[in-house]
């Protein structure tokens, strides 16, 4: 049975950019696992996210948003950073820098629709900054990575954050969802321009009334997190318009952001372009979520 599109995505997001390497005798990396932590539940499902720590752990976070097509998929957490790889996959790039990493995943396309999603990876960052202490790292400094959809959460995460509701009875919805740096690969911001591909990806089928709640591009403002975007010229499923639409807003608002494009990529990374991205992506993490003498 052939793979979805969305769901060739967010494997390709998971496993396909990790290097063919060697695996060493001992481990070559010391990293503890907190397997399958339930941030809500709903539908009579449980939502939840693994955590990944080094032994060299700087007290930061960054949330990986395991969504591609916003379907998101299940994966051992030592199958995506490997304790015993000599070499160095993007997820253990961040881990190995001392980063605290997230695999967050949210309600999955068909059953559940792009604003599922968003609300989801919302209530994911709430409950990480209330069990912050739980994990070693600091509520306020929190990151955000993600490809395709999970680009699209990012941006999502970095400009519709709030300081929660007060008055709620569930404690969780009473913190902020707020983040301190987004990084988003290939992105699409504007939803309305991929109602055509419905089908395709049915998280899209959903109320048209939504399209600009769910949008990067419609929200904008001036005390969003700083983000840095990397995009290929020549991808056809996301284009690059997508992203620089985005920046002219980012722009128009003074928000600090990057935007790097790789030329001759199409909806993925791979070889020089990959090591280009992820130099970015771990600099602008060191840059926004490190105190000053550790950068």
């Not at 390497?21 to 939502?47: C, P, Q, S, W």
């Not at 990944?52 to 998101?72: Q, R």
């Not at 600090?256 to 992820?278: C, Q, R, T, Y």
Request: charged share 25%; aromatic share 8%.
């Amino acid at each position: 049975m052939s793979l979805s599109p969305a769901l060739r995505i967010v494997t390709l997001l998971l496993i396909s950019f990790a290097p063919s390497i060697a695996y060493a005798e001992e481990a070559a990396r010391k990293v503890t696992f907190d397997r399958d932590v339930i941030y809500g539940h709903k539908a009579g499902m449980a939502l939840t996210f693994d955590v990944i720590k080094p032994e060299n752990a700087n007290g930061a976070a960054v949330l990986f948003m395991v969504s591609g097509g916003w379907v998101s998929i299940w994966a051992p957490p030592e199958t995506i950073v490997r304790p015993n790889a000599k070499g160095a996959n993007p997820w253990e790039q961040i881990v190995d820098k001392g980063y605290t990493l997230f695999l967050v995943r949210h309600g999955s396309s068909p059953y559940f629709k792009v604003p599922d999603a968003v609300s989801d990876v919302r209530r994911a960052v709430r409950y990480i900054r209330l069990h912050a202490d739980k994990w070693g790292i600091d509520h306020e400094r929190i990151g955000v990575i993600g490809g395709s959809a999970g680009g699209h959460l990012t941006l999502m995460l970095s400009t519709t954050a709030d300081d929660g509701n007060k008055n709620a009875s569930d404690e969780v919805e009473r913190q902020a969802s707020r983040i301190r740096a987004g990084v988003a690969w290939f992105p699409p911001t504007d939803l309305q321009n991929f109602q055509k591909l419905k089908q395709q990806f049915p998280a899209l089928d959903f109320e048209q009334k939504q399209i600009q709640d769910v949008s990067p591009l419609a929200h904008v403002t001036t005390d969003d997190a700083p983000v840095f975007l990397a995009h290929g010229d020549k991808d056809e499923l996301v284009p690059l318009s997508e992203s620089e639409a985005i920046v002219e807003k980012l722009k128009e608002a003074k928000v600090e952001h990057d935007l790097l494009v790789i030329p001759g990529a199409g909806h993925s990374f791979n070889g020089d372009g990959m090591e280009k991205v992820m130099s970015g992506s771990l600099g602008w993490f060191d840059r926004h979520l490190l105190p000053k003498k550790d950068k």
